[in-house]
């Protein structure tokens, strides 16, 4: 059982990513699914989750840059992140909440 994520990188302020995080051992379809961050100073963060239903919340910050999304044929949720910004630099993890299982997690690093 585990999720791999992948995707960061470094960019541009207003720059964007794409997040990937392929699930393993889990009934994928079954599960909501969600994306943490961590930045420099502050606790992890709920940043989107998307339900079995595929409706999509997002926190405040995010302020409809970013895009969460789910393949289940694919075993995989997105995480499209738009319009970039030098406070979104963390590392990024995916959630089953469910599950409690937590992905690696893929570092984001937007320079100004």
């Not at 393949?71 to 992140?81: D, G, H, I, R, S």
């Amino acid at each position: 059982v585990q999720l791999q994520a992948s995707g960061g990188g470094s960019v541009q302020s207003g720059g964007s990513l794409r997040l990937s995080c392929v699930a393993s051992g889990i009934n994928f379809s079954r599960n909501t699914l969600a994306w943490y961050r961590q930045t420099p100073g502050k606790q992890r963060e709920l940043t989107a989750h998307i339900s079995i239903g595929f409706r999509a919340t997002y926190a405040d910050f995010v302020r409809g840059r970013f895009t969460i999304s789910r393949v289940n044929a694919e075993n995989t949720v997105y995480l499209e992140m738009n319009r970039l910004e030098p406070e979104d630099t963390g590392v990024y993890y995916c959630f089953v909440p469910a599950r409690r299982l937590w992905g690696r997690g893929t570092q984001v690093t937007v320079s100004s």
